[in-house]
């Protein structure tokens, strides 16, 4: 029929471009603000005026791609980020600072249920590797 034959033409004659999705677009540019300002005492507003999302649209697309909340990502790459830090820095308080983690009570209990002991240890075992790979 003529309905058929118009509508194979609008369908094969243009190749649709590759799109993408509404959740692929919140989820990069939501891990670009991060990864740019993770330092800064940023909060969810932030991210969720930097997308152009709501924060239940937010919540939903990093719970479905991390298990878990934008906050609580943030709060685990900043620790990360502290953990690299520790090995530049020297010390645990300029770490901290460095990776935009303020609440320092809380720091050693957090990053001893990610990486399984303290900060300290592990500053103490970065400069005992740096002490192993001096020249003698």
């Known amino acids: 029929s003529l309905i058929r034959l118009a509508y194979s033409q609008l369908v094969v004659t243009q190749p649709a471009e590759p799109r993408i999705s509404n959740r692929d677009r919140i989820l990069t540019q939501a891990l670009d603000f991060i990864r740019r300002h993770y330092a800064r005492d940023i909060c969810i507003a932030d991210i969720?005026?930097?997308v152009h999302t709501t924060t239940?649209?937010?919540q939903i697309v990093f719970k479905a791609q991390f298990g878990m909340?934008?906050?609580q990502f943030l709060k685990r790459y900043r620790l990360s980020r502290f953990h690299q830090a520790l090995r530049r820095h020297?010390?645990?308080t300029a770490a901290a600072v460095y990776s935009g983690l303020r609440h320092m009570g809380r720091v050693s209990d957090e990053y001893r249920k990610l990486f399984g002991h303290s900060p300290l240890e592990s500053l103490n075992r970065f400069r005992l590797e740096n002490a192993?790979?001096?020249?003698?």
């Open 69 to 71: 909340s934008p906050l």
């Open 56 to 58: 239940r649209n937010l």
């Open 48 to 50: 969720v005026n930097h």
């Open 90 to 92: 020297g010390t645990v």
């Open 132 to 136: 192993d790979l001096a020249p003698q």
